[in-house]
């Protein structure tokens, strides 16, 4: 909960290690900075930020989330985002199987937030929000927003440059005149009983399905499960650091070169898992319509990228809008027929492996 005094995260539970990214550095352009992010970006996909300006709204943003949580469930579930892949609104724990069983729900709730919809309100793109979201658009959400976006976009022109695409590609393939599944996210999932903590998995292995992660919690429960590794890992939050992911859309328009990491969320380790646990993403997607396959004819490096990963499928067939709505959609429980459905729900990290 916002204000509360929150236990450290333990000092005896094994981290996986991220880089540190100076986003003042990055600005300043400088290579060295540029290097060690790009290093980040091709290898595991994550790294921490420090110095991105956004600290100071994000306190209102969780302010919101909490207000938002507070309501009703009848309320909430008026704003339900729906069975039909839409990602916006709210979603109610347990709407989300877990993996392909089906018998394993998530138990975080969490309420997404259009960036369209924040940067035109009061005029509606998408949909309406539950009164607490409306309340504090202009004044919290909207900021939070643009300024998540402005740091996504410094991102995409340094990527741009660094895979020798024409200058401006991605930054298109992003356009913020055209609407997209750029999103905000805030999510509360309650503290677990003690006999059900261990291995209990509250948000689904996954990885994130748009271009860029910007993600700001104070509890630990996140982990990650790099390529090559058998074991899931903590990243532990540092205050005043945001963490920072690829998703699937960099991953493929890149030729697999920039990592779309597998992820998930459990319950905050030692006392932490008491507590109420916070987390506040900016999801950067591209524009809706824009087709989601690698630039090979935008960029050399793309182009060898994609021969030297034959195996790989880089043109999934699928835009931006397609690919998220179909993820969503089948990894709501109420959609499943079978392990069938899990798969489909999948992004770039999926190889169908014997259950
Ligand atoms: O809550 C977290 O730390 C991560 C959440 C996440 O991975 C997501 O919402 O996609
Ligand atoms: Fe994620």
């Known amino acids: 909960m916002p204000g509360t005094t929150l236990p450290p995260f333990p000092d005896d539970i094994p981290t996986h290690p991220l880089l540190i990214i100076d986003f003042e550095r990055i600005k300043a352009g400088d290579q060295e900075e540029i290097n060690t992010l790009w290093k980040a970006a091709t290898t595991i996909g994550f790294w921490y930020l420090k110095n991105h300006g956004i600290e100071d709204r994000v306190d209102g943003m969780f302010e919101m989330g909490a207000e938002t949580m507070a309501l009703p ?13 839409e990602s916006f609104g709210y979603k109610k724990a347990g709407a ?18 259009s960036k ?18 409306a309340a504090r658009m202009e004044s919290t959400v909207a900021p939070f927003a643009q300024k998540a976006a402005d740091v996504s976009y410094t991102f995409m022109a340094i990527f741009n440059e660094k895979l020798g695409l024409p200058e401006g590609t991605l930054a298109r393939l992003h356009d913020p005149a055209e609407h997209s599944g750029s999103e905000l996210r805030c ?36 982990q990650v499960l ?21 998703g699937d859309a960099l991953a493929l328009y890149s030729g697999g070169i920039f990592i779309s990491n597998n992820h998930r969320v459990v319950p905050p380790p030692g006392p932490q898992g008491e507590f109420e646990r916070w987390s506040l993403v ?74």
């Open 96 to 113: 989300f199987a877990t993996d392909a069983t089906g018998q394993n729900l998530d138990t975080v709730e969490f309420v997404n937030i």
């Open 226 to 246: 790099p390529a090559g590794h058998e074991k899931w890992l903590y990243v532990k939050p540092i205050p005043g650091y945001a963490i920072c992911n690829i």
């Open 187 to 222: 999510t509360r999932s309650p503290p677990l009983p003690g006999k059900i903590i261990a291995d209990r998995v509250t948000l689904g292995s996954h990885t994130d399905s748009g271009s860029l992660t910007l993600l700001f919690n104070r509890l630990g429960g996140l």
């Open 73 to 85: 469930l009848e309320e909430k579930i008026k704003y339900e985002q729906g069975e039909n892949g």
């Open 282 to 355: 900016f999801f950067l997607r591209p524009a809706n319509s824009r087709i989601l396959r690698a630039l090979v004819e935008d960029s050399p490096i793309i182009a060898d990228a994609v021969k030297q990963r034959p195996g790989r499928n880089f043109e999934p067939g699928e835009t931006a809008n397609e690919w998220r709505a179909r993820r969503i959609r089948n990894q709501r429980i109420m959609n499943r027929k079978g392990p069938e459905t899990w798969a489909a729900s999948r992004g770039t990290e999926y190889a169908p492996m014997v259950a």
């Open 116 to 133: 369209d919809d924040a940067l035109s309100y009061p005029n509606v793109v998408y949909r309406t929000y539950p009164s607490t979201v």
